[in-house]
């Protein structure tokens, strides 16, 4: 079976420091990945989406960037986070455009 | 417009009753459609995909007006348990990945 994992599960950061978020899929290959935040509050927002190695397609434009050196693992970073970049960041990954199986995300808090 | 809109509640509801909602999309031209639930605080889960026939899991109906651009899910017999928010997804069209979310409706059962 396929699963997913995310770390840290929570993070508070000082605004300017730099982030990476880390989320990896186990049980499948050359699946579609995804990072999505969720403001407090509100619904999700889809950051960026991935159909494969080094393939990045970015949904918003702000100070976040993302990457996947591997067919399995997709990074989400920044060098300077902000205080509206607190939120709660979810991984995903689908099969094509089937259903989407989301990671147990992480709350990141910036002060 | 929103691209998925939902009626964000809350919803009250007695134990035992019969709940709809409802989530209309601007894109006629999308096609897999799902309902999500999120417990506070905790990453999106599947709970059924909408098919064009309408179909059933349990006690959740789900199902699909092309014509009118909505879908909609109905729980019977409401569980306390079944306090959540419940997100509608749709994908946009063939050739991209991207799925939308609505903002969620909010659902509380009371004892």
């Known amino acids: 079976s396929q699963t997913i994992h995310q770390w840290p599960a929570t993070l508070v950061q000082p605004v300017g420091s730099p982030l990476s978020l880390e989320c990896t899929v186990e049980?499948?290959?050359?699946?579609?990945l995804y990072w999505y935040r969720q403001a407090a509050g509100r619904g999700l927002q889809l950051l960026f989406y991935?159909?494969?190695?080094?393939?990045i397609s970015s949904e918003v434009p702000q100070n976040l960037s993302a990457s996947r050196p591997q067919d399995r693992q997709f990074i989400l970073s920044s060098k300077k986070l902000l205080l509206s970049d607190s939120g709660f960041y979810l991984c995903?990954?689908?099969?094509?455009?089937?259903?989407?199986?989301f990671g147990p995300g992480t709350r990141l808090t910036v002060l | 417009r929103k691209e998925v809109e939902q009626d964000p509640g809350p919803f009250n509801v007695p134990e035992g009753a019969t709940v709809a909602f409802n989530c209309t999309y601007s894109n006629s031209a999308s096609q897999s459609f799902f309902w999500y639930r999120q417990d506070c605080r905790k990453e999106p889960k599947l709970l059924m995909s909408v098919y064009s026939s309408g179909n059933e899991d349990g006690r959740f109906t789900a199902q699909l007006n092309r014509a009118s651009q909505y879908i909609s899910l109905l729980i019977r017999d409401s569980k306390l348990s079944d306090s959540a928010t419940y997100l509608c997804v749709v994908n946009r069209p063939s050739g991209t990945y991207k799925y939308i979310f609505g903002t969620g409706t909010r659902l509380k059962v009371l004892a």
């Open positions: 991935s159909v494969g190695i080094g393939q």
């Open positions: 049980g499948t290959s050359n699946p579609n």
């Open positions: 995903a990954w689908s099969r094509g455009a089937d259903t989407q199986y």
